[in-house]
């Protein structure tokens, strides 16, 4: 089958960096992305990693490990409207896109 | 340019009912596809088009179907309803069909009872 997993919360104080993990096991793997979304709203994408490495995005970054199968999302100078749930999604062959279940992230002043 | 719009927002449906749900993408988008999302989970794709054609299908059993128009709109059609298929309904749309960065819209919530 095929499976995205990653933590399902994660609570840090404002100012502070914090890292979401993802490891997939998919059929084809073209790209890891990440989404943000805030209760009640639609998903916004954040980042995109199609080979290995870091993606620097201002206070986001993507890393991406594919002989890991492995990648994260780091917040940096996390602020309180940085409080939602972020997913990763794998992009497979036939043009399917996998979500994880996603990881609520909590910041406390 | 104006994002990506679904209509309703919010709907309620009797089981074995027959839904659709439109979704209008971004100018110039050629593709677009469909997720279900249940509460507190992360979305499931259902289908993707491309120019018209689905090209992309998730494990949603035939009685989920779609259109894709020349004006870059679309409907996700459910026929039979079940409880279970009481849910979030984005769309997304992107420009090609192998793009990564996909825009969604708001949703619509869909309730069977």
């Known amino acids: 089958g095929q499976s995205l997993e990653q933590p399902s919360e994660v609570t840090a104080v404002e100012g502070a960096i914090v890292q979401i993990n993802c490891t997939y096991q998919t059929s084809g793997f073209y790209g890891l992305s990440w989404y943000q979304q805030h209760d009640g709203g639609a998903p916004t994408f954040l980042s995109y990693n199609a080979l290995d490495g870091l993606e620097e995005t201002g206070r986001f970054s993507s890393f991406l490990s594919r002989s890991d199968s492995y990648g994260y999302l780091l917040l940096q100078e996390l602020q309180m409207k940085d409080s939602a749930s972020y997913f990763c999604a794998v992009k497979t062959g036939g043009f399917k896109t996998i979500f994880g279940a996603g990881t609520r992230l909590f910041v406390k002043a | 340019e104006t994002g990506v719009t679904q209509s309703p927002t919010h709907l309620i449906k009797t089981r074995g009912q027959q839904v659709t749900l439109r979704c209008s993408s971004q100018?110039?988008?050629?593709?677009v596809s469909w997720y279900q999302q249940a509460l507190g989970q992360g979305p499931q794709f259902i289908f993707q088009?491309?120019?018209?054609?689905?090209?992309g299908r998730g494990n949603f059993p035939p009685r989920f179907s779609g259109l894709q128009f020349p004006n870059y709109s679309s409907e996700l059609n459910v026929n039979a309803l079940e409880l279970d298929d009481s849910a979030l309904y984005l769309c997304?749309?992107?420009?090609?069909?192998?793009?990564?960065?996909?825009?969604f819209g708001p949703g619509t919530r869909l309730t069977v009872t």
């Open positions: 997304a749309s992107s420009l090609g069909e192998g793009d990564y960065e996909q825009y």
């Open positions: 100018s110039g988008h050629n593709t």
């Open positions: 088009y491309y120019r018209e054609e689905e090209n």
